[in-house]
């Protein structure tokens, strides 16, 4: 009866979480539309054109992005019929857009196409995209598609997780979406070359608060989850800076944050105008050593990286796209090692990572915890 009685309620419970899901069909005019562009605002290049295209009623947009009007979605559907050439482009979905930096990003790369990374899901912090720093399972998915004809492209959210579907085939499933359980607005872009919607509908749906990933305790396997953050910051304060001085040290401020739990922490969520050049922030970490000793820890970067330990430079790293030849993305990892001579005692580790673009973070991961203590 007890059992019974669960079932029931929990019927209950879930068919009132979805009464208020109702499929709404948008029409294709001016007036339920925005227009943006990638210029953070000027509309004056971005129009919306109404055509026919095989046997479809659609907008053809040329560049920028159309945002829907008066909606706010935060869990729900987004469907709509999208058609675009072989041209390189990454035209996508905006959805639970707060403003026009922040969001998440559902996007494909046509002149990739059947290749790994065809599809793509990324965050955008303060107007930075993250696709160097989340990729593989649960950020990208391969598909093959066709070009100047339609493909059906469906978006689920529900909670912090989604489904990336093209033409009822799933491509990318999210684990956790990373800028959080939010509501806001649904937006359509080129990325870059022109692009055909149709038939665009939604459903918003009612779901329970969803609990957050769990963040590894700080050293646990190794892996580094709390650093002090340092405020924004010019890449010239440290030029040809071998050793760090109390000038240095006295332009910057800290904060304690944690990573996501996969160990990377992207510095975006932490501020930047992503049209700045010398975009700087520094991860520095304490690490109490028990004896004198040299400890393996491995590491990854985004876009650029000088590290000091204990006031003296020990390292530097360029991994920005392309750096390497022409299909290299500057994705992170734990790729690149150092092996530090830690004292006794108390040591500082400070990365001072700068930014070009597609993704400003770092992360880290001691080969064992042996005789330290991360403070």
């Known amino acids: 009866m007890k059992k019974t009685y669960l079932l029931t309620a929990g019927f209950l419970l879930t068919a009132l979480c979805n009464t208020s899901a109702q499929l709404?069909?948008?029409?294709?005019?001016?007036?339920?539309?925005?227009?943006?562009?990638?210029d953070?605002?000027?509309t004056t290049r971005v129009k919306l054109v109404q055509e026919t295209y095989l046997g479809k009623e659609c907008f053809l947009l040329q560049s920028g992005a159309m945002v829907l009007k008066d909606v706010n979605l935060r869990d729900g559907s987004i469907e709509a019929d999208i058609s675009f050439s072989q041209q390189r482009s990454f035209l996508g979905f905006s959805v639970r857009m707060q403003d026009i930096n922040n969001f998440e990003n559902f996007y494909l790369r046509p002149h990739q196409s059947g290749n790994p990374d065809a599809t793509q899901y990324t965050p955008e912090f303060n107007g930075q995209t993250g696709f160097q720093l989340y990729y593989g399972e649960g950020y990208d998915g391969a598909f093959s598609f066709r070009f100047n004809q339609w493909h059906h492209i469906k978006i689920e959210l529900h909670g912090l997780q989604a489904e990336f579907y093209i033409d009822n085939t799933p491509v990318i499933k999210v684990k956790e979406l990373l800028t959080g359980w939010k509501t806001g607005k649904i937006a359509i872009g080129t990325g870059g070359a022109p692009l055909r919607v149709a038939n665009v509908q939604y459903t918003i749906k009612q779901e329970f608060a969803p609990a957050p990933m769990p963040i590894p305790a700080n050293g646990e396997g190794g892996v580094v989850t709390r650093w002090q953050i340092s405020n924004l910051v010019h890449s010239n304060l440290f030029e040809k800076a071998y050793h760090l001085t109390p000038e240095i040290k006295n332009k910057l401020t800290w904060t304690t944050q944690t990573t996501e739990p996969s160990g990377t922490i992207n510095l975006a969520r932490f501020g930047g105008n992503p049209n700045d050049t010398g975009r700087t922030m520094v991860a520095r970490l304490l690490?109490?050593?028990?004896l004198n000793q040299v400890k393996e820890l491995s590491f990854g970067f985004s876009d650029y990286v000088t590290v000091y330990l204990n006031d003296k430079v020990l390292y530097y790293g360029a991994d920005k796209q392309y750096s390497r030849d022409y299909r290299f993305l500057g994705t992170i990892g734990y790729f690149d090692k150092l092996?530090?001579?830690?004292?006794?005692?108390?040591?500082?580790l400070w990365f001072v990572v700068s930014e070009d673009f597609g993704g400003w973070g770092v992360k880290a991961k001691f080969e064992n915890m042996e005789s330290i203590l991360l403070k």
């Open 339 to 348: 092996f530090l001579p830690l004292k006794k005692g108390i040591n500082e």
């Open 40 to 42: 953070r605002g000027d």
């Open 287 to 290: 690490i109490e050593s028990a």
């Open 24 to 38: 709404v069909k948008v029409p294709l005019t001016l007036d339920k539309w925005d227009t943006i562009t990638l």
